[in-house]
């Protein structure tokens, strides 16, 4: 029993400096990438058992990595400013800090998802926001029905500094959406018609007849 006690208080000693003071910006920024890479994991492991043919690609799980670590740092300190500006537990200003979440950061997280994943993809920031527009009513209505509900646990239940790394738990099914978004093959109507179409042109002679 003294020897479980000792290793929860050495596991204690390591654990909450993850949590608290300037380790908790690492933290977030670290779960954010990691959450996003395992959820392009999991998309990954999905096309391939569709397509066994088709390989894992781990630079797009590095790409998404990379893009979900400069999201850490947004998430941070936009949970700080929320819990500032609206203070207390009561149901309506956990509310506001749902709807403001919603109306604002969601919109916000979108367009940096794409304009992120483009940069890394070499397409530039036009394209990203170009594909964000394409995309954006789908994935929008899709994230409201996934975050109401899970950011009024966060505000209501979850001490601040918890907020990211909640987030970035519950996300891991929205990651593995946000992946599937981001890499579904989309192809146009004239990319479906054959180049090697059976159906030619009529010729002049059958014209004239």
């Known amino acids: 029993m003294a020897q479980t006690k000792s290793l929860l208080v050495r596991i204690s000693f390591y654990w909450k400096p993850l949590f608290s003071?300037?380790?908790?910006?690492?933290?977030n920024v670290v779960?954010?990438?990691?959450?996003l890479a395992l959820g392009d994991c999991i998309q990954q492991t999905r096309e391939k058992r569709q397509d066994p043919e088709k390989i894992r690609d781990w630079k797009r799980?590095?790409?998404m990595f990379a893009v979900g670590c400069t999201m850490g740092p947004f998430l941070h300190y936009w949970y700080q400013w929320l819990d500032r500006t609206y203070t207390g537990k009561v149901l309506k200003t956990v509310a506001k800090k749902v709807l403001i979440d919603q109306i604002v950061a969601s919109p916000l997280f979108g367009v940096w998802y794409f304009m992120g994943m483009g940069v890394m993809e070499?397409?530039?920031v036009l394209k990203g926001c170009t594909e964000?527009?394409?995309k954006f009513w789908?994935?929008?209505k899709a994230d409201w029905c996934?975050?109401?509900t899970a950011q009024m646990f966060n505000f209501y239940f979850l001490p601040a500094k918890f907020r990211v790394l909640y987030v970035n738990t519950i996300t891991l099914g929205w990651d593995t959406y946000l992946s599937y978004l981001k890499h579904r093959v989309d192809h146009p109507i004239d990319e479906l018609v054959p180049e090697d179409s059976s159906i030619s042109p009529p010729s002049a002679k059958s014209l004239d007849a």
Do not use: A, D
Not at 21 to 27: A, E, H, K, S
Not at 31 to 35: L, T
């Open 122 to 124: 070499g397409q530039g």
């Open 21 to 27: 003071g300037r380790f908790l910006i690492v933290t």
């Open 61 to 63: 799980t590095g790409r």
């Open 31 to 35: 779960s954010s990438g990691g959450m």
């Open 146 to 148: 996934v975050w109401p």
């Open 132 to 134: 964000f527009k394409e």
């Open 138 to 140: 789908e994935f929008y």
